[in-house]
Every structure is written in structure tokens, then in C-alpha cells.
């Protein structure tokens, strides 16, 4: 089992490198330009050369920072974004969480404190006002992503992922309640700080946000994390939404498929103002998620009373 986890690491990892690729080359055709396309075939050994000069750059520390916070927030960024991959049941002998779900919200709310060590660590005013804005919007944003799961658990009864892989094996929960989908998808853009909502990397205000002192490998760790970060959700997605096998080349193409569409996102939508970010959290997003919830315990009350 450790070690099936370790080479879903390794493919995760691998996949991480191919997904930054995949973006600067559907951001250049969006922008109507070609994008990486020099080193190997078609550019796809552009990630491998990105990853070397990385790693080879010079690693700054600044004078005035909190050592132990200021290193260990990356590694501990990363590591929290792999270790959620052993929620996704995707069979050949690694883990099967009964109580996957709670597992899931427990380290997403723990990817809180990294950000925040990372901004306030750094000893930097954009370092603070960055992890200050990610930690204030994270928090909004997981309160709609926990009431659209639990309107999901009521329906399947359990907190294995599994169960909700057998639940759609006829029809997607996704054509069951499409404007819940779009609030679960919307949420894992605020969640991960993603175009039209990274003001915790506004360039115009904040210049990189709170990674602003990093460079070489803390700098990497940061953007691993939150590259796995987006194939995670991507992978938690097609779970709740699209059901079916989690094995084989049809849970591949739906991966790439909704990965594709948060790159999308990010080549069409501008950013928001902050102010309507939050109003819609709490404004919208939560009444809807509520609403839902509220309709699911009914619809499922009055089936039991019929049976």
C-alpha cells in the first residue's frame, strides 16, 4: 500500500510539471500566440528545464524573517497537498477512507496555516496583506465547499468517496442539481486562490502575494503545492459530479478536462473586486448551498415516509 502511494506520488508529481505546460500552452493560444514550443517536441521538455533552473537558482533568506516558520511553510504546503490524494479511491490496493470526507475538510482547513506561517514569517507588509487575504477568502469559501458535500453525504448516506463513485453509476450528480456544481466549482477557484479570485497574488497591489520573499526551492514548493492543489480538486470533482470508474483512461480524460477548464478560467475571467469576492461567499453562495441542503433533507424525509 506505501508503496502504490508512493508511485501515485511520483505520477501525481510528474503530472504537476505537464499541467504547467498544459497551461502556458492553452494561455498562448487564448492570447493567440504559440507558447513553449523550443525545447524537445512541441516544447514538452519545457517543465524539466523549468524545474532545473529553479532548484539551481540562488535560495535568499531575508535578515528580518522568522527562520524555522519562514522554511518549514513550504514543505509543509506541499505535504499537505499530497497526502489528500489518498481520499481519492482510485483502487489497485492503496487507501479506501471510511471517513474520507471529514479527512478531506480536516486538511483543507489545515492548508490555512502554511499560508499564513509563509506571509507573516517573511517579515514583509505584501507577504502580510497576501496570506491576510488568501486566509480571510479560504475561510469563506469552505464553509459553501463543506454544505454542498454534506447535501451529497445525505443523499449517499456515508463518508467514503467510494460510495459516491457507486451512487453514479446510473446518472451523474451533476444533472441532478447543475447550479450546486457551478457553486462547488467557483468555491474550488476561491479555495486555491485561482484566476478571477487570486488576490492573494494580486501583481497590481501585491506583487507576488505571500510568496514574495521566496525564491529557488521554497519558491518551487509553494507552486507545487498549489499546481497538486488544482489536479486534487479536479480529481475530488469528477467524484462528487461525474462518478463512474476511478481507473482507466476515462478518469484521465476527465481530469484533463476539468483542469483544463480552471485553465480556461484564468485566460478569460479578470479579477474581481475583493469586496464582491466576500459578498458572494457569504451573499450567494451560502444561501444556495443552504437552500440545497435544506431541499435534499425534505426530498429525502418524504421518500422515507413514502417507504
Do not use: H
Amino acid at each position: 500500500m506505501i508503496v502504490g502511494y508512493l508511485v501515485l506520488m511520483v505520477c501525481v508529481l510528474v503530472g504537476v510539471a505537464f499541467l504547467t505546460l498544459l497551461e502556458r500552452k492553452v494561455l498562448g493560444y487564448i492570447q493567440i500566440r504559440k507558447g513553449p514550443n523550443k525545447l524537445g517536441i512541441m516544447g514538452l521538455a519545457q517543465p524539466f528545464s523549468d524545474a532545473v533552473k529553479l532548484f539551481v537558482k540562488e535560495q535568499t533568506f531575508p535578515s528580518m524573517s522568522n527562520f524555522f516558520p519562514y522554511y518549514l511553510s513550504p514543505i509543509f504546503m506541499l505535504f499537505i497537498s499530497l497526502i489528500l490524494w489518498s481520499v481519492i479511491p482510485l483502487g489497485f490496493g492503496l487507501f479506501s477512507l471510511e471517513m474520507g470526507v471529514l479527512f478531506f475538510l480536516c486538511c483543507l482547513s489545515l492548508g490555512v496555516y502554511p499560508m499564513m506561517g509563509a506571509g507573516w514569517a517573511s517579515n514583509c507588509k505584501y507577504s502580510l496583506l497576501g496570506s491576510l487575504r488568501a486566509v480571510a477568502q479560504t475561510i469563506s469559501y469552505e464553509v459553501s465547499l463543506a454544505l454542498v458535500l454534506l447535501s451529497y453525504i445525505l443523499l449517499v448516506e456515508g463518508f467514503n468517496f467510494m460510495s459516491f463513485c457507486e451512487f453514479q453509476e446510473y446518472i451523474w450528480f451533476f444533472w441532478l442539481s447543475i447550479p450546486l456544481s457551478m457553486v462547488w466549482f467557483s468555491s474550488c477557484l476561491a479555495e486555491m486562490n485561482r484566476t478571477p479570485f487570486d488576490f492573494a497574488e494580486g501583481e497590481s497591489e501585491l506583487v507576488s502575494g505571500f510568496n514574495t520573499e521566496y525564491s529557488s526551492g521554497g519558491f518551487v514548493l509553494i507552486f507545487m503545492a498549489e499546481y497538486t492543489s488544482i489536479l486534487f480538486m479536479s480529481g475530488v470533482s469528477i467524484v462528487l459530479f461525474m462518478g463512474g470508474s476511478m481507473v482507466g483512461v476515462s478518469f484521465c480524460s476527465k481530469l484533463v478536462l476539468v483542469s483544463f477548464i480552471f485553465i480556461w478560467v484564468r485566460g478569460t475571467l479578470p479579477r474581481l473586486r475583493y469586496d464582491k469576492l466576500m459578498y458572494m461567499a457569504w451573499k450567494s453562495f451560502l444561501p444556495l448551498a443552504l437552500n440545497y441542503l435544506i431541499f435534499f433533507i425534505g426530498m429525502k424525509t418524504i421518500f422515507l415516509g413514502w417507504l
